[in-house]
T-cell receptor, first 111, second 115 residues
C-alpha cells in the first residue's frame, strides 16, 4: 500500500465550478499536510499547508484534514482557467525531514 | 536570478554518456534536495543535503552521484543511465531540514531523456 494515494485524473470542470481534490494516507504519524500546485513546465509551489486536523481557508481555496479517516481535501471555489494545473498533496511527520508526495491530480478548468 | 534555478532545462543523452545537472538557490537556504518526477507517479526523493552534508540517500542507483560543494549549489552527476531514468529531475531547497512551515522551493526541473 502506498503511503499517499491520489487520483491522477485528469479532472475537467467548467469555469466557476467548485473543485474537490482529495488524498488518502496510511501513516498516522503525519501531522503536516500541504498542497502544492504545479503548472506545466514549472516546479511545484506551495499553495497551502495545515497542521493536524481542521480547516484552513485562503481566498478561493480551502484545505481540510480529517485525521480520523486519514483523508485530506482541497476545495477550489469559483474555479478559473488559470487554476488549470497539477495539484500535489504532500505530508510530513513532526520532526521528520522527508516530505511524502501524492502522484498529483491534473485539473483542467474550461472557459 | 531569484529562487531556484536549474540547468540545463532539457537534456537528451545516450546510455553511455556522462552528464551533470546543476541547481542553484538564491534564497540563503541550508537544505537542498533532488527529486525524480515520472508521469503519474509521486515525486521520489533521491538525495537530501543539509549544510553541504548528505543526510539521505534514498536507495538510489550508483549511476546517480550527487555533489554539494556549498549551500547554494547542488549537482547531480549522471553516467551509464537506463531508458527508465527518463524523467523530470527537480531540485528544491528549504530554510532548514525541518523548516516551518515546511515549505520547499522548487526549481523548474530538467527534462531528461535517455536514448
Amino acid at each position: 500500500q502506498k503511503e499517499v494515494e491520489q487520483d491522477p485524473g485528469p479532472l475537467s470542470v467548467p469555469e466557476g465550478a467548485i473543485v474537490s481534490l482529495n488524498c488518502t494516507y496510511s501513516n498516522s504519524a503525519f501531522q503536516y499536510f500541504m498542497w502544492y500546485r504545479q503548472y506545466s513546465r514549472k516546479g511545484p509551489e506551495l499553495l497551502m499547508y495545515t497542521y493536524s486536523s481542521g480547516n484552513k481557508e485562503d481566498g478561493r481555496f480551502t484545505a481540510q484534514v480529517d485525521k480520523s479517516s486519514k483523508y485530506i481535501s482541497l476545495f477550489i471555489r469559483d474555479s478559473q482557467p488559470s487554476d488549470s494545473a497539477t495539484y500535489l498533496c504532500a505530508m510530513r511527520e513532526t520532526g521528520g525531514f522527508k516530505t511524502i508526495f501524492g502522484a498529483g491530480t491534473r485539473l483542467f478548468v474550461k472557459a | 536570478e531569484t529562487g531556484v534555478t536549474q540547468t540545463p532545462r532539457h537534456l537528451v543523452m545516450g546510455m553511455t554518456n556522462k552528464k551533470s545537472l546543476k541547481c542553484e538557490q538564491h534564497l540563503g537556504h541550508n537544505a537542498m534536495y533532488w527529486y525524480k518526477q515520472s508521469a503519474k507517479k509521486p515525486l521520489e526523493l533521491m538525495f537530501v543535503y543539509s549544510l553541504e552534508e548528505r543526510v539521505e540517500n534514498n536507495s538510489v542507483p550508483s549511476r546517480f552521484s550527487p555533489e554539494c560543494p556549498n549551500s547554494s549549489h547542488l549537482f547531480l552527476h549522471l553516467h551509464t543511465l537506463q531508458p527508465e531514468d527518463s524523467a523530470l529531475y527537480l531540485c528544491a531547497s528549504s530554510q532548514d531540514l525541518q523548516p516551518r512551515p515546511y515549505e520547499q522551493y522548487f526549481g523548474p526541473g530538467t527534462r531528461l531523456t535517455v536514448t
